[in-house]
């Protein structure tokens, strides 16, 4: 069989045809496309229960029923300083480090929204 040009031609584009599908579930996504996120199957890392943490029930977390680490975290949590957390305090934010600055996600405005307009002018004496 003669290989011609056009055989050749025809042959390479019949191979690239069949190739495309093949390269493409194995390229990487595009930047800004709809891969998958960093992080995005790692499991989310949730916060522990407040029953779960009350290991005896009684409406209050203490030192002795959470790990040493959960307790740094925890007792700053305790605005009534008696040593243990109630289910009113758990659930209220804890201070953040660096300040007192508006919290991610707080009334501040949210990214992308438009700016509010300003203030009107104080009127002239």
């Known amino acids: 069989m003669k290989l011609t040009r056009t055989n050749l031609l025809s042959s390479t584009l019949l ?17 800004g496309g709809d891969g998958p996120k960093p992080g995005g199957d790692a499991p989310k890392r949730q916060r522990p229960k407040f029953e779960d943490m009350d290991k005896n029930k009684d409406g209050f977390i203490t030192e002795d029923e959470v790990t040493k680490e959960q307790w740094e975290r925890l007792k700053k949590r305790d605005k009534n300083n008696d040593g243990q957390i109630s289910k009113d305090e758990f659930g209220q934010p804890g201070p953040r480090p660096g300040g007192d600055g508006p919290r991610p996600g707080g009334d501040g405005p949210k990214p992308g929204s438009p700016t509010p307009p300003p203030p009107p002018p104080a009127p002239k004496a």
Not at 17 to 31: E, F, R
């Open 15 to 31: 191979a690239l045809a069949l190739a495309t599908p093949v390269l493409a579930q194995s390229a990487p996504p595009a930047p």
